[in-house]
């Protein structure tokens, strides 16, 4: 079938289409011009009105171009009125775009793809807001949206309502779960109604992750389909709790309930950022069994945001130096925090409670939020952790270093007697962080060659316990899918 289509329909396909793109470009941008997000809170002058039903149709003309003869739509588009903000997901592909062309919606983009040749005019031309990858999406321009919403100015014209959409994922997955919402479009405390997105052809092509096919490769082989098929479905408006308004996580976290149990499929408190973590490509490569996984999302849940994380550390590191060797309890680790004690600060206290006696180690705390900060710059982690533990003549021991790698790997036991004897090459006992960062930079691949080849348990290998972890680690959090709880995380956002 691809031979076929390849030969034949799919360049007519790819022609129209982009042909269509292009027809759109004038209009997008002649409505683009002199815009901003301050417009969100004016209703649209008539010219633009018209602009906007020229550009609609050209962009469902441009989709049925592409295969998508069909759209099928399920259930009733809410009027701004009701709920100004759309929470689309799962968000798995470019081709979700298809929503957003046919309510014509503002959308919430990444500062980068308003940069993007013809389609960045287009995005522009949607008033879209400026947001950043973390999810921060100017708080006031979402207000004017609200505002708007409610007031005097609410118009539709041909069906089309002036909403903005936001997908609250912030990432592409494979669809087979939801994971964690950012709040950006929870914290205005506003009704929104969810929107599920399917695509229910037997292959799919759709699909577009970072481990996945290409953008390129996922159009052909999608023009290459003899038809395409979408389901947009339109759920209840959500209307938030008092307490739900007062804590956007916790909106955030029912709304993506309501429209996993829709899609059938369990949810994850993992994110974007702990599959990064997950598959970073620094020179110490995860185990599939640490505990960092966990760490990360109780790190979140604190309130340590990942914008100010790198500031965190500094000021963590710092304040553990200070502490030098000494140990702590949950009421000083509360205090070293400035966090008050809560089961979040407690569960994080556990997992580095190894020998279960009340007291740990702060130093391994800031061990592991640097990696978590700075998942793939591994020597820069050592080089913090040799300033924590050195001695006054800047060196370190084989126990020190087992210390600090079994917390940089989140696992509890490793033997690293064949790693030190390798970077000690004088049999001092001891090493510096020199020492260590020539070692490295003549033998990058260290960790595999000293640590990971005997994984399986063979001497001087690395085990395969790890730190108890409080809700498990790389688990399903969604109780009517038990059997799939220890799903890998890589298998769900890969």
Not at 121 to 126: A, G, K
Request: hydrophobic share 45%; net charge negative; glycine share 6%.
């Amino acid at each position: 079938q691809i031979a076929f289509m390849t030969l034949t329909l799919f360049p007519i396909r790819l022609f129209f289409a982009a042909f269509m793109m292009l027809l759109a470009w004038p209009f997008a941008f002649i409505a683009s011009m002199g815009s901003d997000e301050q417009e969100l809170e004016k209703p649209l002058c008539w010219w633009r009105k018209i602009v906007d039903v020229l550009l609609k149709a050209i962009m469902r003309l441009m989709w049925l171009a592409g295969g998508f003869h069909w759209i099928n739509v399920k259930g009733r588009r809410a009027l701004p009125t009701e709920a100004a903000i759309l929470t689309v997901a799962p968000h798995s592909s470019y081709f979700d775009a298809i929503p957003v062309t046919m309510t014509f919606a503002s959308i919430v983009m990444k500062a980068e793809s308003k940069d993007i040749p013809v389609w960045g005019t287009e995005l522009r031309s949607l008033q879209s807001v400026i947001g950043s990858s973390e999810g921060n999406h100017p708080l006031g321009t979402l207000q004017g949206v609200t505002l708007q919403a409610g007031s005097s100015f609410n118009f539709f014209f041909f069906f089309f309502y002036f909403k903005i959409m936001i997908f609250p994922e912030g990432t592409c997955t494979n669809r087979s779960c939801l994971i964690t919402f950012k709040p950006g479009a929870f914290i205005p405390g506003v009704p929104v109604q969810p929107v599920v997105l399917r695509y229910p052809n037997k292959l799919d092509t759709i699909t577009w992750t970072w481990q996945g096919p290409g953008a390129l490769e996922i159009l052909w082989l999608t023009l290459c389909q003899f038809h395409n098929s979408v389901e947009i479905e339109f759920l209840p408006v959500y209307i938030p709790s008092e307490e739900e308004r007062k804590n956007p996580v916790l909106y955030a976290n029912n709304v993506r309930r309501v429209m996993a149990e829709a899609l059938g499929v369990p949810v994850t408190d993992y994110t974007f950022e702990d599959c990064q973590l997950a598959l970073a490509e620094g020179q110490l490569r995860l185990p599939s069994d640490t505990c960092l996984l966990e760490f990360a999302k109780l790190v979140r849940s604190l309130g340590l945001k990942p914008e100010t994380l790198e500031d965190d550390l500094e000021k963590y590191a710092t304040r553990a130096m200070r502490m030098k060797k000494e140990k702590a309890d949950v009421k000083e680790f509360s205090a070293y925090l400035e966090f008050p004690v809560s089961h979040t600060l407690e569960s994080m206290f556990a997992l580095f409670d190894e020998n279960e006696d009340g007291v740990i180690d702060i130093r391994e705390f800031v061990i592991a939020l640097s990696v978590v900060c700075k998942p793939s710059k591994t020597l820069e982690t050592i080089q913090l952790a040799f300033q924590l533990y050195q001695s006054e003549n800047g060196t370190i021991t084989e126990d020190d270093l087992a210390h600090i790698l079994k917390t940089a790997m989140g696992v509890s036991q490793i033997n690293v007697k064949h790693l030190f004897r390798a970077v000690d090459e004088e049999e001092k006992g001891k090493i510096t962080y020199d020492d260590f960062y020539r070692f490295a930079e003549l033998h990058p691949h260290f960790a595999e060659d000293y640590l990971y080849p005997d994984q399986m348990g063979a001497e001087g290998g690395l085990e395969t316990s790890s730190l108890p972890a409080p809700n498990g680690i790389c688990t399903d959090f969604s109780p009517e899918n038990a059997e799939d709880e220890n799903t890998p995380l890589q298998k769900k956002l890969n």
